[in-house]
């Protein structure tokens, strides 16, 4: 699927924390995905949640549930982010919608053109910055390294303040993502 870029993409992922809801309310159309990222809840409840978000999300906001496909396909949900070891994006496409978006992470530049070469729509690089958790920072050096030979957005993920967006965008990427960037 090909994602037209008019502004610098903006992805929000929950953070787990069951406070969703009202963040989606909060937000509204100032994000143009949602990644529903739950890993406490049973295939029950990230199914009732999921539902939950597509009739609460802003109408433009596209919804894709971590590493799901499944539960995101049953819901109605327009995608899945896959982790950096789940299954690749190329054997998804043979039993999803066309116009079903994929999100992969990915943890430097090749893990970005594999990701390109398997079919995902976008690329989430991370961590760019400093976070906890998460080990050694990517730099933008790397960010742009990674964006320099690929036709599929990547996002900057990891650290990213506000502050940060600018020099993000002009390292290559098409926007950014994160957990505490949209939460405050």
């Not at 100032?30 to 802003?58: C, K, M, Y």
């Amino acid at each position: 699927m090909s994602l037209a870029l008019c502004k610098p993409l903006r992805y929000f992922i929950s953070d787990g924390s069951g406070s969703l809801l009202h963040h989606i309310e909060r937000l509204g159309d100032s994000i143009d995905f949602l990644q529903i990222r739950e890993p406490n809840l049973s295939a029950r409840d990230l199914a009732a949640l999921t539902r939950d978000v597509l009739r609460t999300a802003h109408p433009a906001v596209r919804v894709l549930v971590n590493d799901r496909a499944d539960i995101a396909l049953a819901c109605g949900a327009q995608g899945v982010h896959l982790r950096s070891n789940s299954i690749a994006p190329a054997r998804l496409r043979n039993v999803l919608p066309a116009e079903f978006l994929i999100s992969v992470s990915c943890h430097c530049a090749a893990d970005v053109a594999r990701a390109e070469q398997e079919s995902a729509d976008m690329a989430l690089l991370s961590p760019i910055f400093a976070t906890p958790g998460k080990g050694a920072p990517l730099g933008l050096a790397e960010l742009e390294n990674a964006t320099r030979n690929v036709t599929i957005p990547v996002l900057a993920l990891g650290g990213v303040t506000e502050a940060d967006i600018p020099r993000c965008l002009r390292a290559g990427a098409a926007g950014v993502a994160g957990i505490r960037l949209f939460a405050a």
